[in-house]
C-alpha cells in the first residue's frame, strides 16, 4: 500500500504544485507555545520537545490502527495519503526555482538575494556578498529543499508508514520555527540531522547512477561515515559532483571558473539540478517498485 500511496501523492504534488490548504502548521506552532508554558515539563530534559514530536505521531498511529481492516482498508490509505501529502515539501519548489532562474537571466542580483531566501529553512537572505557567493548558497540550499520535499519523506513513509513521515516533517517543522531555547534548538537539529543521515546517503547512491557516476561515488565513499557535515553541505556536494561537469568543477583554472561564474552558466547549472533531482527521483521510485515485486 505505502507504494501506491507515494506514488499517487508525488502525482498530485506535480500536479498541484503546493497544497496550502492541506499543508497548514499554524497548529503545530501553537502547540511548541502551549508546551513551551508547561512548568511541569521544564522539569524533564528536553521534555516539551519530546512530547511536540511523539505525541501527534503516536495519535497518528492510533487512528490508523482504529482503521485497520476497515471497509477493506479504504478508510486507512485515505488517511495515509492525506498524511503522506501532509508530510511532503511546503511551497511551490518548482515555482521558486523558476523564480531564482529568471533572477539569472536578468543578471538581477537584488531579486536573486529575495528569490534565493525562499530556499533557506528560516526564509532569510544569506550574508554572500556577491554572485558566487550567492549562487552556491542558492543551489545548495534548493538541493537540501529537494531532498527534505520528497526524498527523506519517502524514505520515512516506506520504513515506518504515516507516522515515520510525519514524525520526519514535524522535525522539520520543529527545526524551522524554533523557539528561544537554544538546548532545543540544538537538540532538534541533531535529532534531524540523525534522521536524514541514512536517507542522503541512499540519494547519494541514486545520484550517482543519473549522473556524474565516478566523481559522485567518490564523493558518497567519502562521507558515508561522517556525523560531522550538515545535512545541507553532504547534499551540495552529492549533487555538484552528479552534475555533468561535476568532475572538472573542482580542479578548474581562473579562465574555467570565470566561465562557470557567468550568467548563462548558473542557469545552466539551476537547470541541470532541477532535471537530476527528477531523474534522480524516477530512478527511486522504480528502485523502490522492483524492490516490492522481489519481497
Known sequence: MEFIVIVIGLFILNRAGSLPSLQRDNWYRGWMIRLDGQRWLKVVPHGSLILSLLLPVLLVALLLMVLDDHWFGLPQF?????LFLYSLGRGDLEEQVEGYRDDLKRDDLEAAYRDAADFNPAHEEGASENWSQLHAEALGAMSY??????????????????????????????????????????????????MEWLPVRLMGVSLAFVGNFTACLECLRN????????????????????LPAGSTKIDSTEVDRAEVDSPPSRELEVSEISALFSRTLVFSLCMIGLLMMLL
Do not use: C, N
Not at 155 to 170: E, H, K, Q
Not at 223 to 242: I, K, N, Q
Open 145 to 194: 529543499r529537494y531532498f527534505e520535499r520528497y526524498f527523506a519523506v519517502i524514505f520515512w513513509f516506506m520504513l515506518a508508514g504515516a507516522p515515520g513521515a510525519i514524525l520526519y516533517r514535524l522535525s522539520v517543522l520543529h527545526s524551522d520555527m524554533a523557539l528561544d531555547d537554544a538546548a532545543d534548538k540544538s537538540m532538534v537539529g541533531r535529532w534531524l540531522q540523525l
Open 223 to 242: 562521507s558515508l561515515f561522517s556525523m560531522s557535515d550538515s545535512t545541507v553541505d553532504v547534499v551540495a556536494s552529492y549533487v555538484l559532483a552528479a
Open 78 to 82: 485515505l488517511l495515509s495519503l492525506l
